[in-house]
């Protein structure tokens, strides 16, 4: 017995096989598209005084990051610039955990007006030991590096006075001479004291604060 297929049996069942196909190819371009979309590139690019952060998911840039993780990356990274213990190291270490909270992996750029990797932060001057050079309550910008030398304006830290910003007169290997422009003696005020039997009056003077600190104190040199 001779069976007969229609031909429009054969053309349909040959659109179902394609369009079978078709559906295979999107659902495994869907799959890695998925898969790659979990890996973000970061930048953080800062300035000192303001942070931008941005996303692109690698290596197709298909659908955008969360706005969410982007806030709460920029916010972090603003906190990691203003704190003076931060390096570049952990303001990426900070973008990276913020990603894995998103189900991301983060690859992080941290880039300035200084360069890439280069780390500024902003810092304000309090008191009058640097004038002429720096005014009391003026804004300063800060590039934490260990790449100082004598001359520099340096932001250090002091055990007692907590910031300081100074000049840096003598390296003697791993300490530091730091001085103040301002060599003026400031009087500060008088008391009254008893000096064998007899009172005097006492002048209390405000003398310009040199000081020895260690390379890993200074935080940076002023720009």
Known sequence: MNLRINGDDMNSRKWLILGILVVLLLAASVYMVSASSKTVAITVDTNGSDVTVKGTLT???????????????????????????????????????????????????????????????????????????????????????????????VVARHPDYGLIVKRIAQIKGDQVYLKSDNRQIEIVGTETRIVNGVEEVITIEKTPLDTWLSRPDIVGVVY
């Open 59 to 153: 290596p197709i840039p298909i659908v955008p990051v969360p706005e969410a993780m982007i806030d709460e990356m920029k916010n972090k990274a603003m906190e990691g610039v203003q704190d003076d213990t931060s390096t570049v190291e952990s303001i990426k270490a900070d973008m990276v955990a913020i990603a894995q909270k998103y189900n991301y992996t983060a690859q992080v750029k941290l880039t300035s007006p200084f360069g890439e990797n280069q780390l500024p932060m902003p810092a304000t001057v309090k008191g009058t030991s640097m004038v002429p050079t720096l005014q009391d309550g003026q804004d300063i910008i800060v590039l934490k590096t260990t790449d100082f030398k004598v001359g520099d304006l």
